[in-house]
C-alpha cells in the first residue's frame, strides 16, 4: 500500500527542522524559503501547522498545468514536475487550494516529492509532527485519539474510576 | 569577545553612546542540528562594569545570516527610537515612536505587520530596557531572551527598541550531504540522553526533582536549602496548563512549553516557559509554592523585558531584609515583602520596570541596592561581581561554587558549571571526559578545577558556534564535544580544527573576557563568594548535604588550580607566556 505524508500539526513543535533539511536536500544550501515545506505560525497563540504538499487524488495543479508538466509516480505516490514541459506559468502555485506549490526567488517551481519515496522531513521530525503511514493507520489513530475523547466523558457519565 | 575588547576604552560608562553592542550568529548557525539558532549578544553590562555577555535562542541568528549578516556592531545613540531592519544584504534605520512603551510581543506584531511580512524575526526590548533598568534582557520570539547582564539596558540607551531580520539568501555549506547525514547522527546522539528526552517532556524544569529532593536549592533567599512541601511546583505540574512543546531553529529537544492560564491575575495568559531558573526565582527563593504564580510572573518579566533571575534574585533578597528588619514598610511603599505573597511579587515586578517608588532602589541591581539600604544589607545579597546568583545551593558541590565564582559575567550558571558532577560517575570515566583525575564525589574539593576550567572552554566554544549547551556536555554525558564539533565544522566550513585546537580557541575566549575584566579593575579580589558561603552551614536536605559549607582554604587552594590550568597568575591575570602562547598581544584598545 502507497504511504501518505501525514501531518499531525499538535505535535509540532515548530523547530523548522523539516524546513532546513529539505532545502539542504533539494537545493544543497540551508535556507527555508526554498524548502517544498513550511510551518505556518500564529507565535502569540502558540498555533503551528506544517503546510506542504498532500499529493492530492485528483489534483488541482495538474488540471490546471497547460503543459501537462505534471504527473504520478506510481510508486511513491508523488505528483512530480516534469522540469522539461514546465514553462513557469504558475497556474499550479496560483489554484492549489493549500499552497502546497511554492516558488523560489530564482522563478523555480517548489513542489515536495516525498525524497524519492523516503521523506527527510520525517525521518527528522522528531517529536512525530510529521510522519510517512499506511492510510489505514491515519484513519484507526484518528479514530482513536477521537474516541479517546469520548471515552473520558463516558467514564465520568459511567463513573467508572479506573 | 575580541571585537569588545577591542572597541572599547577601558573605563567607559556602559550606557553612553562610546560603548558597543555585538549581535554575532555562530559558526554553525544554520545546521539541522543541536539547537543551531542560536545567537550571541556582547556589551560592557551596565550591571556589572564586567563583560556583558548573553546568549540567546529562538530563530534570530539563522534569519540574520539568511539576511547576509554574521555579526553587527552597534556604536553611539540615535537621537529618537529607532530600529534596525536588515534584510536580503540591506540594512536600514527606521523610526520607532509608535513602538517605544510597547511590551517584548507587542513590538515584535508590530513590526511584521508594519513591513508586511509575518516571517520577519526581531531582537526586542520592553518597558524595562526603555527605563534602563540595568538587568533588562532582549527578547525574541514569545520565549527567548538573552537574558544576563543588562544587554537590553544598553539597548535602550542607544534609543535601539528592536532589531528585525528577514533573508531568503542561502546559507552554504562545504558538504552538504554528508552534513546531512552527521546532522542525523548528531540528532539521534542527544535524543538518547534521557535528560533530553524528559526535555522534550517538561523542559529544564526536570532538574529541579532532583535538586530540590537533594537540598540543592536556595530558599528563602539563602536561608534553607530545599523547599519543603515543595511538590506543588514539580515538573509534572506543568500539565495542567501546557499545549504542547515549542522548539527553538535546529531543535529536536523543544525543551519549553506553551502553556495557558484561562483565570486568575493579569488572564489570559498565553505564554511560553518557564526555566528551571524562574522556577527558582519566583517560587524557592520566595518561598512560594504556587506553579500558577510562577507563571505569571514569568509572563510578566518576559512581557516587560527583565530578567527573570536578576528580578528573583534582588525580590528574594528584599524579602529576608524585610524579614530581618533591615528594611520596613516606610522604604517599601508600604508593601509587606512577605514570602510567598504573590501580590507582592506581581507588584514589584512592575515597579522595578517603572522605576518606581521602592522598584526604583532595585532598578539598578545589588551594587546601587546595597548602597542605598545599607551595608548590612550586603550579607544577604547573593551574588557575585554585581549579579544575582540563581536559586542554586552551591554550598554542598565545591565545583558549582567554582564556577559561579569564575564565571566572567557574575555568578552564573551558564559560564562553567559542571553539572554533570552531581551524578557521581566513576572516576576513570571522568579522567577520560576531562583528561585528569578528580573525586566523583560531588562534596569533594580534589580536581574540581579541572572540571571548571574544562566546561568554560567547552561553553565557549559552543556559544561561538551558535548551538545550545543543553546539546553539549552540560547536563549529558553522551553528547556531541569536541570531536562532534570538529567534525561538524569540518563539514560545514571545510576549516580544519583539532581538539586540542577547539580547546585553545575556547582558552583564548575566555582569556580575552578575562583580559577585559582586568582592564575594568576585577581581579582576585572579586572572584569570591558571598560570605554566607563560608558562614552558614546548609541546615536541611539529605544526610549527606546537611551540615555543610565551603571551607575557606580549600576552596582558594582550588581557585589556585584553577588559575594554574588556564595559564594565569595568582592574582588570576593571564601570564606573558599564556598570552603568547594564544597569540593574544596585549592590544591597545579601540584599535577597530
Known amino acids: 500500500m502507497q504511504k501518505i505524508l501525514f501531518v499531525d500539526p499538535e505535535k509540532c513543535t515548530g523547530c523548522r527542522l523539516c524546513e532546513n533539511v529539505c532545502s539542504i536536500f533539494h537545493e544543497k544550501v540551508s535556507n527555508p524559503s526554498r524548502a517544498r515545506i513550511h510551518i505556518v ?110 471515552s473520558d466523558l463516558m467514564k465520568k457519565l459511567l463513573d467508572i474510576s479506573i | 569577545m575580541y571585537l569588545l575588547y577591542n572597541h572599547l576604552l577601558p573605563g567607559i560608562d556602559p550606557l553612553s553612546p562610546e560603548n558597543v553592542l555585538l549581535i554575532g550568529a555562530g559558526l554553525l548557525t544554520g545546521i539541522p542540528a543541536l539547537g543551531s539558532g542560536r545567537c550571541d549578544i556582547a556589551s560592557k553590562s551596565p550591571l556589572t562594569g564586567a563583560v556583558g555577555d548573553s546568549n540567546i535562542g529562538g530563530f534570530f541568528a539563522p534569519e540574520m545570516r539568511m539576511a547576509g549578516f554574521d555579526h553587527l556592531v552597534i556604536k553611539g545613540k540615535a537621537e529618537k527610537p529607532v530600529y534596525i531592519w536588515i534584510h536580503d544584504g540591506e540594512i536600514e534605520i527606521i523610526e520607532a515612536r509608535h513602538l517605544w512603551g510597547k511590551d517584548t510581543f507587542k513590538t515584535q506584531s508590530l513590526i511584521r505587520s508594519d513591513l508586511g511580512d509575518e516571517e520577519i524575526k526581531s531582537l526586542v526590548i520592553g518597558k524595562a530596557g526603555e527605563n534602563l533598568i540595568r538587568f533588562a534582557n532582549v527578547r525574541t520570539g514569545m520565549k527567548n531572551s538573552a537574558g544576563r547582564t543588562g544587554m537590553g539596558c544598553v539597548m535602550g540607551s542607544k534609543n535601539l527598541k528592536a532589531i528585525a531580520a528577514r533573508g531568503t539568501m542561502d546559507i552554504e555549506f562545504i558538504h552538504p550531504e554528508q552534513l546531512l547525514d552527521y546532522c542525523k547522527e548528531m540528532i539521534d546522539m542527544v535524543m538518547k540522553n534521557r535528560y533530553s528526552r524528559a526535555a522534550s517532556k517538561w523542559g529544564t524544569l526536570v532538574i529541579y526533582s532532583t535538586t530540590n529532593t537533594t537540598g540543592l536549592i536556595r530558599t528563602r533567599n539563602f536561608q534553607l536549602n530545599q523547599l519543603d512541601q515543595g511538590w506543588d511546583i514539580e515538573p509534572e505540574e506543568m500539565d495542567k496548563y501546557t499545549i504542547g512543546m515549542s522548539g527553538c531553529y535546529g531543535c529536536p529537544v523543544s525543551c519549553r512549553h506553551r502553556y495557558v492560564l484561562k483565570e486568575g491575575p493579569f488572564s489570559p495568559i498565553f505564554a511560553e516557559g518557564p526555566e528551571y531558573t524562574s522556577l527558582g526565582a519566583f517560587g524557592t527563593m520566595i518561598d512560594c509554592k504556587k506553579m500558577e504564580t510562577i507563571l505569571v510572573a514569568n509572563h510578566l518579566v518576559n512581557k516587560y523585558g527583565l530578567d527573570t533571575l536578576e528580578t528573583g534574585g534582588l525580590i528574594a533578597w528584599a524579602m529576608e531584609l524585610y524579614e530581618k528588619g533591615i528594611i520596613t514598610e516606610k522604604v517599601t511603599d508600604g508593601l509587606k515583602l512577605e514570602w510567598g505573597n504573590e501580590k507582592v511579587l506581581y507588584e514589584l515586578i512592575q515597579k522595578i520596570t517603572q522605576r518606581e517608588g521602592f522598584g526604583s532602589i532595585l532598578a539598578d541591581g545589588f551594587k546601587p541596592a546595597i548602597a542605598k539600604i545599607g551595608k548590612e544589607s550586603e550579607y544577604y545579597a547573593i551574588k557575585v561581581k554585581g549579579m544575582s ?25 551558564l559560564r562553567g558549571r559542571p553539572a554533570i558532577d552531581l551524578y557521581g560517575l566513576p572516576e576513570d570515566f571522568l579522567e577520560e571526559i576531562y583528561g585528569g583525575s578528580m573525586s566523583s564525589d560531588y562534596r569533594s574539593y580534589k580536581g574540581k578545577s579541572r572540571m571548571v576550567w574544562w566546561q568554560e572552554l567547552l561553553y565557549a566554544v559552543t556559544d561561538s558556534l551558535g548551538t545550545c549547551k543543553f546539546q553539549t556536555v552540560f547536563l549529558a554525558v553522551h553528547a556531541p564535544k569536541w570531536d562532534e564539533f570538529s567534525k561538524l565544522i569540518h563539514l560545514a566550513s571545510g576549516m580544519q580544527y583539532s581538539r586540542s585546537q577547539l580547546m585553545d580557541i575556547g582558552e583564548r575566549i575566555y582569556t580575552i573576557e578575562r583580559m577585559f575584566n582586568i582592564r575594568e579593575g576585577f581581579s582576585r579580589k572579586d572572584d569570591i563568594l558571598p560570605e554566607r558561603y563560608f558562614k552558614e552551614a546548609t541546615p536541611i536536605g539529605l544526610p549527606r548535604v546537611k551540615g555543610i559549607k565551603i571551607d575557606r582554604e580549600k576552596f582558594e587552594e582550588m581557585l589556585d588550580e584553577y588559575y594554574t590550568l588556564h595559564g594565569w597568575d595568582k592574582n588570576g591575570v593571564p601570564t606573558e607566556q599564556t598570552l603568547q602562547k594564544l597569540g593574544i598581544q596585549r592590544e591597545k584598545s579601540s584599535i577597530i
Request: aromatic share 4%.
Open chain 1, 41 to 150: 505560525k500564529w507565535e502569540n497563540a502558540g498555533l503551528y501547522i506544517p503546510m506542504v504538499c498532500q499529493q492530492c487524488d485528483n489534483p488541482i495543479c495538474e488540471t490546471v498545468c497547460p503543459m501537462g508538466a505534471l504527473s504520478r509516480d506510481e510508486k511513491t505516490g508523488a505528483l512530480l514536475i516534469n522540469d522539461e514541459l514546465c514553462v513557469g506559468c504558475k497556474l499550479c502555485v496560483m489554484f492549489c487550494p493549500l499552497g502546497g506549490i511554492g516558488i523560489d526567488k530564482n522563478r523555480k517551481i517548489l513542489k515536495c516529492d516525498l525524497c524519492s519515496g523516503d521523506p527527510l522531513c520525517v525521518k527528522f521530525c522528531i517529536p512525530g509532527a510529521l510522519q510517512f503511514i499506511d492510510a489505514n493507520a491515519i484513519n484507526l489513530r484518528k479514530r482513536r485519539q477521537a474516541a479517546g475523547k469520548l
Open chain 2, 389 to 413: 546568583n540563581l536559586h542554586s545551593d552551591e554550598r554542598p558541590t565545591p565545583s558549582l561554587a567554582l564556577g559561579i565564582v569564575t564565571s566572567t559575567r557574575g555568578a552564573d550558571h
